[in-house]
């Protein structure tokens, strides 16, 4: 998942800011930054006073709040075993919003930088079934999050293999790390291999396999039609993306079509894009989420600053309570059950299916 100073980084006091239902901050310093492939910087970091961190497991992420405004998730790629220090590695994005030019040409060794705790919406496992083979696909700095999930698995004598593309064998963050692995592991960088053979490594994939995929999106859209092709069971592939997929889902049901009328409400369900009344419960206010707005926005607007990230429904930064109202769930980060049970909703792209919610805010 993937821009910092010499001085403290604090967000603004002047207005309280909200912590939904994300975790806990600290305040960190920057013990080591260093180079770890051509474009991929990583940072250690650690308590002020050396003391051990929360814990975490495989596949968690972190948000670097780096400046206000300007916080970014990054999946953690160290060891979980070790509590003195956390380590995530940051891709130069060209083309990004300023996360990681931030942490490239602005963020050194010495300086503090606020973080929140750890959370984990790609968990890992390692099978109970020692038959059960493990399969992980990475594509650039999607590694990060596998690396801890391989650590793992090889440690629990778990039948694994790993598939590792890059655009150059030098952009190829940790590939002498994980040559230590030998054959288990397949490094094809884009310039001596072509693309990925995603149809040759899931051959290796049974019926008890699991697949673990975390890249660019149309490398994550292939991983997807080669599973199903392949006919591995639901719950077999799990994935983190960068970014929201292509949205592909229809209008609500029962709901009007694309260009039926945006306020109609039938007795208790409302349709795609209607407005809506959300409670804040700590201060008893309701805000108005007008068509094509979000609650975040809205949120923000009437004074109340909600830590937030991506804005796109795939970080979990602004996971949000639910204590009544049914959210219409639009994110790319909560399963299935997650969703079912309502109890919680991420505001920066989710709206309502009822005209009225109260969150705990």
């Known amino acids: 998942m993937s821009d910092a100073t010499s001085t403290p980084v604090r967000r603004a006091t002047s207005t309280p800011v909200r912590r939904a239902a994300s975790s806990p901050v600290l305040d960190l310093l920057v013990a080591r930054k260093r180079d770890v492939a051509e474009g991929v910087c990583e940072l250690s970091l650690r308590l002020p006073d050396g003391g051990a961190l929360p814990d975490w497991s495989p596949g968690a992420h972190l948000d670097l709040h780096l400046a206000p405004g300007l916080a970014r998730p990054y999946s953690l790629c160290g060891d979980p075993g070790v509590r003195e220090e956390w380590r995530v590695a940051v891709l130069r994005e060209r083309a990004g919003t300023g996360g990681s030019s931030y ?9 503090k930088v606020t973080v929140s705790a750890p959370r984990n919406h790609f ?65 094809r960088p884009e310039d001596e291999f072509g693309l990925l053979d995603l149809a040759a490594f899931l051959a290796h994939a049974d019926a008890a ?61 409302l349709s795609a894009d209607a407005a809506f009344d959300v409670e804040l419960a700590d201060s008893g206010r309701t805000v108005r989420v007008a068509p094509g707005r979000t609650i975040l926005e809205a949120v923000e607007e009437a004074g109340v600053q909600v830590l937030s990230s991506c804005r796109a429904g795939t970080c979990g930064t602004c996971e949000t309570e639910v204590l009544a109202g049914t959210p219409d769930h639009r994110d790319q980060l909560l399963t299935d059950a997650e ?23």
Not at 105 to 111: H, I, V, Y
Not at 138 to 162: F, K, N, Q, S
Request: proline share 9%; aromatic share 6%.
């Open 339 to 361: 969703r079912a049970a309502g109890d919680t909703m991420l505001i920066c792209v989710s709206r309502a299916r009822t005209p009225h919610l109260k969150l705990a805010l």
């Open 123 to 187: 968990p890992f496992e390692p099978p109970s079934d020692p038959a059960a083979r493990c399969l992980f696909l990475a594509g650039g700095i999607g590694i990060t999050p596998l690396l801890p999930m391989i650590a793992r698995a090889h440690a629990a004598g778990a039948d694994w293999r790993l598939l590792y593309g890059g655009r150059t064998r030098a952009s190829m963050a940790y590939a002498d790390h994980l040559a230590a692995y030998g054959e288990r592991v397949t490094l």
């Open 209 to 269: 396999a699991h697949v673990y995929a975390c890249g660019p999106e149309p490398l994550l859209a292939a991983i997807e039609e080669r599973c199903r092709a392949a006919g591995l069971p639901d719950g077999a592939l799990h994935m983190e993306r960068f970014r929201p997929a292509p949205a592909t889902s229809a209008p609500l049901d029962g709901g009007p079509a694309d260009g039926a009328n945006a306020d109609a409400v039938s007795a208790d369900t």
């Open 103 to 111: 942490v490239h040409d602005r963020l050194a060794a010495g300086d």
